[in-house]
Antibody
């Protein structure tokens, strides 16, 4: 069955950096766009970034552009989010999710990893 | 960016009620509209994609309709396990924006 397992979250000081990972299994990882979505405590969902199967196409939300970098390693079935210049407002649960070929919806989700940015 | 709004932001309903949630897009998104259900402490799960297609395994009491800028999610016969927060999302362009959510609570 499909599994997406995020890791790498934790407590980081403002201005710091963190790298999130998402390990995928149960599907042909390289065939799918992969997405990071976040949810601040008690708030709604915010789409952060996605990357195509070959990493040729990558898009970011304005709120993270220039600070976050999405990448993937298809040989390791893994997705990453490199986060720099972290701010308090980046505090959230970060989910990785796969994007369906038709209609572009998020069909599989991980359980999320919590990032807390605080001094 | 395409802005998404939802109404109501919350509602109280009883088991067996018919519930309708509305989602509006700031520009036409054809039928690239998806609905997700999220329960407390859990990841969201997709219910409806392409405005009206039911995801495999989702009960048939959930249905979606609409095109362009106005969409609805209907739950016909609310069940105890349906109390949750519902989000719409447009997937017509990037960033793939979400609505603010509608919390469905027990009356």
């Amino acid at each position: 069955q499909v599994q997406l397992v995020e890791s790498g979250g934790g407590l980081v000081k403002p201005g710091g950096s963190l790298r999130l990972s998402c390990a995928a299994s149960g599907f042909t990882f390289s065939d799918y766009y992969m997405t990071w979505i976040r949810q601040a405590p008690g708030k709604g969902l915010e789409w952060v970034s996605h990357t195509s199967g070959s990493s040729s196409y990558t898009t970011y939300a304005d709120s993270v552009k220039g600070r976050f970098t999405i990448s993937r390693d298809n040989a390791k079935n893994s997705l990453y989010l490199h986060m720099n210049s972290l701010r308090a407002e980046d505090t959230a649960v970060y989910y990785c999710a796969s994007e369906g070929h038709n209609w572009n919806y998020q069909h599989y989700w991980g359980q999320g990893t919590l990032v807390t940015v605080s001094s | 960016d395409t802005q998404m709004t939802q109404s109501p932001s919350s509602l109280s309903a009883s088991v067996g009620d018919r519930v309708t949630i509305t989602c509006r897009a700031s520009q036409s998104i054809s039928t690239y509209l998806n609905w997700y259900q999220q329960k407390a402490g859990k990841a969201p799960k997709v219910l409806i994609y392409g405005a009206s297609s039911l995801q495999s395994g989702v009960p048939s009491r959930f249905s979606g309709s609409g095109s362009g800028t106005e969409f609805t999610l209907t739950i016909s016969g609310l069940q105890p396990e349906d109390f949750a927060t519902y989000y719409c999302q447009q997937s017509y362009n990037t960033p793939r924006t979400f609505g603010p959510g509608t919390k469905v609570e027990i009356k």
